[in-house]
């Protein structure tokens, strides 16, 4: 990105933030919820620290990003911007786990005990905050744990991490009227391992761009947008 790409990185951002935040307060007055009943994760991922100080000063102050060598460098070009929260919203590998642990907040991709182990070793107690990141429709190609493994999951991590709830991707060729469906499905599944492990499971990070507006609607109370507030990713 060039130094002129670096200035103009914040164009439009709080007028587009300002749509998302009206569209979620909307989504969730239709679902006769709290208008801050979900929270808005800015999903970063390959966003300057212009654009990411643009949103700052409209008000955002929870950002997610997918790698961790990403993030950091970002922490570092924002340090000076009090109160961030961010989220690790990509894939997590054990051997990055120090780091990981290191610079978020709420990590939504735990998918194994292995990984669960490794973030232990570094954040005993247990600490760290996490989802349990659950792949509704089977996609080779994707990361997570398949529902019937859920249960098993926070059974074998739930003393070693602290187990705040769900996250999921739907298949990628759903659409926002057909994810609504995956939506439900997380929600109904939330449902039913808070029953069986008694653990709150309070949050359901799901929905992005797209489709966030039918997560809200099927109990979403994290949204990961990125594209509808940055525009177009440059890489």
Known sequence: MTAADEMGAGDGIAERLGVVRAAIAEACARSGRAAD??????????QPAAAIAAAYAAGAREFGENYVQEAIAKRAATAHLDGLRWHLIGHLQSNKARAAVANF???????????????????PAPAQEVLIEVKL???????GVGPAAAEQLIAAVRGQVIVRGLMTIPPP???????????????????????ATGLALSELSM??????????????TIVRVGRAIFGERSG
């Open 37 to 46: 009943a979900a929270t808005l994760v800015l999903a970063s991922k390959t």
């Open 105 to 123: 907040a709420l990590i939504h991709t735990l998918d194994s005990e292995r990984l669960a182990a490794a973030i232990a070793r570094v954040r």
């Open 137 to 143: 429709g089977g996609e080779a190609s994707k990361h």
């Open 173 to 195: 060729e759903a659409a926002a009227a057909s994810a609504r469906r995956w939506f439900g499905e997380l929600r109904e599944l939330r449902d039913r391992l808070a029953g």
């Open 207 to 220: 929905g992005m761009s797209g489709d966030y507006a039918a997560a809200i609607a099927e109990g979403a």
